[in-house]
């Protein structure tokens, strides 16, 4: 036979007004804390951190989107150009699209999370954008500008400094770069658009 505590139980307006009742035990609050640990690190490990594993640590930068603003920014600074256009790590695909929707062919998306990748494909798939638009799993860092006329970051400052460098040994003359939310650290600006975190500044070669 049921116990009468159980039954008491099966109430569940009495049951939830009991749980609101009680106060969390320490050893309560200690599983809560250990099981919101353990969600944020399989989200880490799982979403987050695939693609990273050969990269450096101190290179890696976290998936973050580019704003509305942000994106309509990079666009009126690449407006009216021509040639290749690439997002240096290019998240859901976001700044490539609107770019290639511009007339910005061919734009190339570089992307080590294949999460991100595969999003960013069935975006430009939905809005049917397949030719001259492309999402690549690869490094970045290990990928050749020389024919990129047209670059988009938006990566952390602590990359910002080997980045110039790169594109400075790379891009072709007339290239134009294009970063968000961060400025290049020691080149002159010919535009900056926007305020706060949706600003972008252009850079030409
Ligand atoms: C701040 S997010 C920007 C995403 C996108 N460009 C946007 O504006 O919405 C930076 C992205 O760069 C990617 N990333 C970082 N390092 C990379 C690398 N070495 N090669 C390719 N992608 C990289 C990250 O996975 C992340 O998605």
Redesign the pocket.
């Known amino acids: 036979a049921a116990c009468p505590a159980a039954m008491e139980q099966d109430d569940p307006a009495e049951a939830l007004t009991e749980l609101r009742e009680r106060r969390l035990g320490a050893l309560e609050l200690l599983q809560l804390a250990a099981g919101s640990g353990l969600v944020a690190y399989v989200t880490w490990a799982l979403l987050l951190q695939p ?1 990273f594993r050969r ?1 450096p640590l101190r ?8 704003s509305a603003r942000q994106v309509e920014h990079v666009l009126s600074l690449l407006r009216g150009r021509s040639g290749k256009m690439v ?1 240096l ?4 695909g ?2 490539v699209l609107a770019a290639h929707k511009c007339g910005l062919r061919p734009a190339v998306g ?4 294949p999460w ?1 990748v595969a999003l960013a494909r069935l975006h430009a798939w939905k809005a049917g954008c397949v030719a001259s638009l492309c999402y690549r799993r ?4 290990k990928v050749s500008l020389k024919d990129c006329h047209n670059v988009s970051v ?2 952390a400052p602590s990359v910002l400094p080997l980045l110039e460098d790169k594109l400075q040994a790379e891009l072709p003359l007339g290239a134009r770069v294009v970063s ?1 939310r961060f400025p290049l650290p020691t080149w002159k600006p010919v535009a900056v658009v926007g305020e706060g975190v949706d600003r972008v500044w252009a850079y030409d070669i």
Do not use: C, I, K, T
């Not at 790590?89 to 859901?92: A, I, M, R, T």
């Open positions: 693609g990269v290179l890696q930068v976290p998936y973050v989107g580019a997002d790590g290019s998240g859901d976001r700044v570089y992307e080590l999370n991100l690869e490094d970045f860092w938006f990566l968000g």
